[in-house]
């Protein structure tokens, strides 16, 4: 139990639509990293937020942007969807300055059609 | 570009053996390494970080080295059990941040 919670667990989508991740942290983690699993392989870092401000961007495009909240949740939102995009999205949070683990939800698992 | 390895075939053994699984980068420095957990279907879990000063980490059964020479870190699990199978995911990191670098899993089954 990571205290880390995302919804929804599963969702399906077609191309072209747009899509909201949401997840809530452990109160304390003031920093919180999305990441993107492809079936098969590893996660993939998205981005990272900090106190609100993205402060570290993986290889995405734009029409993957989020929020982060003072109340410890975040969003991932994805616009035009495309096929490439059906994955696991992961949402780990930790506290800034803490080298050590990242606290993983389970998952949001994304199908585009 | 930055690469990380891992045994892409999926490992099998006995109960009672120890694992050992392999994790290897190129073009990269990291602060450290980190050994999750996945489940399928769920999310990784922390397993042991090790710092590259750190050339050994024990945890309970589990025991991680680094070699910032050879660019490699192993990870044993001794007197394995089947509850012991999933996924084991090597990564990467290089700042105080929650950006860190994976590699693409192992999957290990341990056979009763």
């Known amino acids: 139990e990571t205290g880390v919670t995302q919804s929804p667990t599963h969702l399906i989508k077609t191309r072209g639509q747009q899509v909201t991740l949401r997840c809530s942290s452990q109160s304390g983690h003031n920093t919180v990293s999305w990441y993107q699993q492809a079936l098969g392989q590893g996660p993939q870092f998205i981005f990272q937020y900090y106190r609100e401000e993205e402060n570290g961007r993986g290889n995405f495009p734009p029409r993957f942007s989020g929020l982060q909240f003072p109340n410890y949740s975040s969003e991932l939102n994805v616009n035009a969807l495309e096929l490439d995009d059906s994955a696991l999205y992961l949402c780990?949070?930790?506290?800034?300055?803490?080298?050590?683990?990242?606290?993983f939800g389970e998952g949001s698992r994304l199908t585009v059609l | 570009s930055q690469k990380i390895e891992q045994n892409s075939e999926a490992l099998n053994i006995q109960e009672g053996k120890t694992a050992t699984l392999t994790c290897n980068y190129t073009n990269y420095s990291p602060a450290y390494l980190q050994w999750y957990r996945q489940d399928p279907g769920r999310g990784p879990v922390f397993l042991l970080l090790i710092r590259e000063n750190e050339k050994e980490k024990r945890k309970e059964r589990l025991k991680v080295t680094f070699d910032t020479t050879l660019k490699q870190s192993l990870f044993h699990i001794t007197a394995s059990q089947p509850a012991d199978s999933a996924t084991y995911l090597c990564?990467?990191?290089?700042?105080?941040?929650?950006?860190?670098?994976f590699g693409q899993g192992t999957t290990l089954q341990v056979k009763p």
């Open positions: 990564a990467l990191g290089s700042s105080n941040t929650g950006k860190l670098i």
């Open positions: 780990a949070s930790t506290y800034a300055g803490h080298t050590g683990e990242l606290f």
